[in-house]
Nanobody, 118 residues
Framework: QVQLVESGGALVQAGGSLRLSCAASGIIFSRNAMRWYRQGPGTQRGLVAVIASNGNTNYADSVKGRFTISRDNTKNTVYLQMNSLKPEDTDVYYC????????????WGQGTQVTVSS
């Protein structure tokens, strides 16, 4: 059974930092590209950051220079370090795993709420 469990969401003041974690089980973690998405009420889920199985990363323009995605294959965990948070970063953040060799195998976590107050 595949599980992705996010944690680390919280209420934080603008300018603050948070680190989100997503612990995966039931997948070959090292073979998966891991992504963080976010979604607000009435909006589509949007890609925030991705880290490939080889460690290459990419970011949405809105978070470049502020957010850092990383992975620890020994812990089957992906992280999102979020610095210089802004009120517009307020959203539910979701973790996604997609197998590099079998892209149809894509899984989601339940989401974690990040709220940035001004």
């Amino acid at each position: 059974q595949v599980q992705l469990v996010e944690s680390g969401g919280a209420l934080v003041q603008a300018g603050g930092s948070l680190r989100l974690s997503c612990a995966a089980s039931g997948i070959i973690f090292s073979r998966n590209a891991m992504r963080w998405y976010r979604q607000g009420p009435g909006t589509q889920r949007g890609l925030v950051a991705v880290i490939a199985s080889n460690g290459n990363t990419n970011y949405a323009d809105s978070v470049k220079g502020r957010f850092t995605i990383s992975r620890d294959n020994t812990k089957n965990t992906v992280y999102l370090q979020m610095n210089s948070l802004k009120p517009e970063d307020t959203d539910v953040y979701y973790c996604n795993a997609r197998d590099t060799y079998y892209p149809s195998q894509s899984y989601w976590g339940q989401g974690t709420q990040v709220t940035v107050s001004s």
